[in-house]
Every structure is written in C-alpha cells, then in structure tokens.
C-alpha cells in the first residue's frame, strides 16, 4: 500500500522547535521529489520546502528560510522537517507530498497531515 504518514506535530511556544517526520511506504521516496507545504485556517496552502530525489538538494519558502531544514534519511524511508525559531504564524496543518518538479504541484502521493501550533 502506497502511503505518506506525518508525524511530529504539536503545541510549541514561540521560538521553540519542533522536527516533523514523513515516512512512506510503498514506494522509495529517493526516486521523487518531497514537498512540505501548510494549510492555516482562512488561508492559502503555503509551498515550505521540497528535497530533491535525485540529489537530496533542498529549497524554501522565504518565510521559513534560515529558520527550517529539510533532510532524508534514504535507510529508513523518511524525510524531515526541522523546524526552529517557530513563530505563532507558523501554525498550520503540515503535509507532505510528491512534487515532481517543486513547483507545488503535489501528488500523486500526499499525507494526512499533522497539526502544529505556536503559541503562548
């Protein structure tokens, strides 16, 4: 069964960290392209980083730039998203999905997503 599972998210207060995961199963995530992108409430989904299958080069939105980092880890199947110097308006459902080119156009394959919140 081919799926994509989040994990990690939570209740952080501002300027904290928090490390999301996104294991899959199915299929090897070295041989596509993974995006993390976020949906808050009453707004646009939002592009935050993609890791480049071929090469596992990485690239962010300006918002999170300096602040998140996007790794792999090939043996266990997994990417991450390290998330630092959080912000309240960081807060958002987190997915991550296949992207083929790193453009947000995600699919075929996407999670279910996990909640982080930013607060005091």
């Known amino acids: 069964q081919v799926q994509l599972v989040e994990s990690g998210g939570g209740l952080v207060q501002p300027g904290g960290s928090l490390i999301l995961s996104c294991a899959a199963s199915?299929?090897?995530?070295?041989?596509?392209?993974i995006a993390w992108f976020r949906q808050a409430p009453g707004k646009e989904r939002e592009g935050v980083s993609c890791i480049v299958g071929r090469d596992g080069s990485t690239a962010y939105a300006e918002s999170v730039k300096g602040r998140f980092t996007a790794s792999r880890d090939n043996a266990k199947n997994t990417v991450y998203l390290q998330m630092n110097s959080l912000k309240p308006e960081d807060t958002a459902v987190y997915y991550c999905?296949?992207?083929?080119?790193?453009?947000?156009?995600?699919?075929?394959?996407w999670g279910q997503g996990t909640q982080v919140t930013v607060s005091a």
């Open positions: 999905a296949t992207d083929p080119y790193c453009l947000g156009d995600y699919g075929p394959y």
């Open positions: 199915g299929f090897t995530l070295e041989d596509y392209n």
